[in-house]
């Protein structure tokens, strides 16, 4: 494995040591009513706490005069919202006393503003891992992060991270079938919040973290996880990446609202044994300020496809900048060894040394 010290030699900075924090870890039985399945958090956060970090969050991302114009039409359009997340909602409402309008809000506002970095890599041995980072400009986050294990019949169904008071995924793993990330697509704007909200109620279409538990909900397999992310209509853009069990078994997927844009999988054949995607179309260059992709590949390509492991790919998604100042979480994953599945809180993100 590639040390630290090789890392700087190669011209990679390291990240600096900073506390990492374990999240709580609450069992959400999808056996349960819709309306009841997350009292589970209560045991955890406080109310008011997580009512002060709702207001934050959609201060920060949605307008002020927008959040009050919409407040009475979100509540009418709350009908739309598909089961079982409309329960859900309404029944996060109810524990933490919130207002209905400001927990679908809340919802929504996590779709904007996620700047990630996954990768899939398969090595010598065609054993797959999955890593990410999720960086999100809202520190509180650090304090709201959860993982949670989904149980049905009182079997694990599927597992994944995410925030509380949010009943979307964007990292999650249904053991020995698949695991997916999601990545925003491109750089997504408060006025577009409100065109996702639209597209969610009036035109049926999923918001993208719905998607994800949908489909490890729902998917036998890896093909089946790539052909149901490819093509049931979302309300953003975005960049699905896919692991399985067997090798060869990883892909990225660059949606649109109505379907597939490209599909990028693993070639190890042809030496094209990991995938990074960051924020951006993989065949285009990133802006000149975001040098994630570039040092994620330096890094794989110096630690060399022999040598990696799940330990490798942590080492990888903690330097700087795929690591920094906004990353509020890495997870490890993989679907065929999942009691691997990995996640710490970055307390004050990742810095140069």
């Given amino acids: 494995m590639v040390t630290r010290a090789a890392l700087l030699l190669l011209g990679l900075v390291v990240y600096s040591c900073r506390a990492e924090i374990a999240p709580p870890t609450l069992n959400i039985s999808l056996d349960d009513d819709p309306e009841v399945r997350w009292a589970p958090l209560t045991e955890v956060?406080?109310?008011?706490?997580?009512?002060?970090?709702?207001?934050?969050?959609?201060?920060?991302?949605?307008?002020?005069?927008?959040?009050?114009?919409?407040?009475?039409?979100?509540?009418a359009l709350e009908k739309y919202i598909p089961q079982p997340y409309a329960g859900e909602i309404r029944g996060l409402a109810q524990h933490f006393g919130g207002s209905l309008s400001d927990v679908i809000i809340l919802n929504f506002a996590y779709e904007v503003s996620?700047?990630?970095?996954?990768?899939?890599?398969?090595?010598?041995?065609?054993?797959l891992y999955h890593g990410r980072n999720l960086d999100y400009p809202h520190s509180v986050l650090r304090n709201l992060t959860v993982n949670l294990v989904f149980l049905k019949n009182g079997e694990v169904?599927?597992?994944?991270?995410?925030?509380?008071?949010?009943?979307?995924?964007?990292?999650?793993?249904?053991?020995?079938?698949?695991?997916?990330?999601?990545?925003?697509?491109?750089?997504?704007?408060?006025?577009?919040?409100?065109?996702?909200?639209?597209?969610?109620?009036?035109?049926?279409?999923?918001?993208?973290?719905?998607?994800?538990?949908?489909?490890?909900?729902?998917?036998?397999?890896?093909?089946?996880?790539?052909?149901?992310?490819?093509?049931?209509?979302?309300i953003t853009k975005v960049y699905y990446i896919v692991g399985g069990v067997r090798a060869g078994e990883g892909a990225v997927i660059t949606r649109d609202r109505a379907g597939p844009a490209d599909i990028w999988p693993l070639d190890p054949v042809n030496g094209e044994w990991y995938r990074v995607e960051t924020n951006f179309d993989h065949w285009r260059p990133p802006p000149a300020r975001d040098h994630r992709r570039e040092a994620a590949n330096i890094a794989l390509n110096a630690t060399g496809q022999e040598h990696f492991?799940?330990?490798?790919?942590?080492?990888?998604?903690?330097?700087?900048?795929?690591?920094?100042?906004?990353?509020?979480?890495?997870?490890?994953?993989?679907?065929?060894?999942?009691?691997?599945?990995?996640?710490?809180?970055?307390?004050k993100g990742c810095g140069p040394t």
Wanted: a positive charge.
């Fill in 309 to 347: 492991d799940i330990e490798a790919l942590y080492q990888v998604l903690s330097l700087f900048p795929v690591c920094n100042g906004i990353t509020v979480y890495t997870t490890t994953m993989s679907a065929a060894a999942p009691d691997k599945y990995s996640t710490v809180v970055r307390p």
């Fill in 45 to 75: 956060f406080d109310a008011d706490f997580l009512k002060k970090a709702a207001a934050e969050v959609i201060d920060s991302t949605v307008p002020k005069w927008v959040h009050q114009a919409v407040k009475p039409i979100v509540v």
């Fill in 157 to 234: 169904a599927y597992r994944g991270t995410s925030f509380a008071g949010y009943v979307g995924l964007w990292t999650g793993q249904s053991p020995n079938k698949f695991s997916v990330s999601g990545d925003q697509r491109g750089s997504e704007h408060w006025w577009n919040w409100w065109k996702n909200v639209v597209s969610a109620f009036i035109y049926r279409r999923s918001a993208v973290s719905w998607l994800v538990r949908q489909t490890l909900e729902e998917a036998e397999d890896f093909q089946d996880a790539v052909m149901r992310l490819s093509k049931i209509p979302i």
């Fill in 114 to 127: 996620a700047f990630c970095t996954s990768i899939i890599a398969q090595n010598k041995k065609g054993h």
